[in-house]
């Protein structure tokens, strides 16, 4: 079992940036891929990106492309995802969430979570 705890959420503007972190403890050598998802009042989580924990490879939401950008520091066993051009869509608990397997893009494919930060972008 991974655990993970997300910070740097807040209450920026539009236009503004915000980093978030996700840190990892645990059995951590089981971990394949590391995701970020969010969820917004009234809707279902969705997938906003994935880095691969041993060589590096990311993948991105359309929505986000362009703006975000997932990192990963493996010393510090901590995920970060730079968020920038933020937007009121962007509105949500954004969650850190760590997977075994290969499936990436949904959350099936992922099997600890971590409790979510609150992330609000103001128009």
């Known amino acids: 079992q991974v655990q993970l705890v997300e910070s740097g959420g807040g209450l920026v503007q539009a236009g503004d940036s915000l980093k978030l972190s996700c840190a990892a403890s645990g059995r951590t050598f089981s971990t394949y891929v590391m995701g970020w998802f969010r969820q917004a009042p009234g809707k279902e989580r969705e997938f906003v990106a994935a880095?691969?924990?041993?060589?590096?490879?990311?993948y991105y939401a359309d929505s986000v492309k362009g703006r975000f950008t997932i990192s990963r520091d493996k010393a510090k066993n901590t995920v970060y995802l730079q968020m920038n051009s933020l937007e009121p869509d962007d509105t949500g608990v954004y969650s850190c969430a760590a997977g075994g397997g290969q499936v990436i893009f949904r959350s099936s494919g992922y099997t600890d979570w971590g409790q979510g930060t609150q992330v609000t972008v103001s128009s």
């Open positions: 880095i691969i924990w041993t060589g590096g490879g990311t």
